[in-house]
Each structure stands twice: as C-alpha cells, then as structure tokens.
C-alpha cells in the first residue's frame, strides 16, 4: 500500500486464451485515438494511444472511470496462449517520476541550508511539492485495482504471477 505512493507502478502479468489480433481489436475499440487513426464508436473510449499487435502505450482519457494514468506493456506468445505485460504508472515513465524526485531532494538539501529568513518559503514550496507528488501517488493507489479489473474484463484475461509465465517469452 505505502509502496504505490513512493513508487506509483505495477507491472502486472495477464494470461488470455484470445490470439494477437483479438486482443489488439479489443484494445482499439477501447481507444479514442490510435496509430490507426481516429475511432468513432458510439460508446465512450478510456483511451488514447498508440497500439500494434505486439505492444501499446495507452494514456487515460476518460474521467469517469478510474484508471491508472498511463498504461503500456507487450503481448507474448502464440495462438491462443497469449500473456500480457501490463505496466501500469502515475507518470508516463519511470524517468519523470526520478526527476520529480530528485527535485524533491534538491529542494529539501536547499531547505535546510539556505539563511533563515529563506527557510520558510523553500519550506513552503517543499511541502507543496512533495504534497503533490503524494497526491499522485494517492490517487494511483486507488485506481490500480480498477485498472486491473479493466484490462483483465477488456482481453477476458486473469491475473498470473510472473513465475507462472513461460521463461522462454522473456528471452
């Protein structure tokens, strides 16, 4: 619980009986845009994004359901023995996450070593700072499981451990 509010992402692994082409089908009717251009569905998309038979990279756009952020991840494995990487975060990638961070310290280290008339406001900005990225990381929490329950409900999948996945997809 606390893990997703220092680190906010999941890797999570799924395991589908549809083949390559059904999961991708199912993936950009759930799309608003995509590398295929616009969708026009009459029902409402929860994503906008990028999505081929081997992989996606997903932004959500919908507001009224909760969903993690951002989602990307890789389809492995043949016929209708498919596994899915499913990489869910608060932030696009890793690296702004980091940078964020990093920030974060730069301004605690200047906090406490700035004059005293200057602690106060550097102190200030700190705690908006960090109360932002808690936030972040807050609401993340709350939409990892409905996340979960989306994709696995998307690609009529479940949710497996990553020992149960075949070594060999991972080479």
């Known amino acids: 619980m606390i893990t997703t509010l220092i680190y906010p992402f999941n890797t999570w692994y799924l395991k589908s009986q549809m083949n390559r082409g ?11 845009l995509s590398d295929e251009g616009y969708q026009s569905q009459s029902r409402s998309q929860s994503f906008y994004g990028k999505i081929t ?25 043949v016929d209708r023995d498919m596994y899915i990487v499913l990489r869910c975060g608060a932030f696009q990638h890793r690296r702004i996450w980091a940078i964020a961070v ?30 932002l990225l808690i936030a972040r990381g807050w609401t993340y929490r709350k939409r990892q499981q409905s996340t979960l329950a989306h994709f696995n409900k998307l690609w009529n999948s479940s949710s497996i451990s990553r020992s149960e996945v075949p070594s060999v997809l991972f080479r």
């Open 22 to 32: 059904e999961i991708e089908a199912a993936l950009k009717s759930d799309c608003f």
């Open 102 to 131: 990093a920030f974060l310290l730069v301004l605690a280290v200047a906090t406490f070593q700035a004059p005293s008339q200057m602690q106060g406001p550097l102190a200030g900005v700190t705690a908006v700072f960090l109360g």
């Open 53 to 77: 038979e081997f992989d996606f990279q997903l932004e959500t756009i919908r507001s009224k359901e909760s969903l993690a952020p951002f989602a990307h991840g890789e389809v492995r494995g």
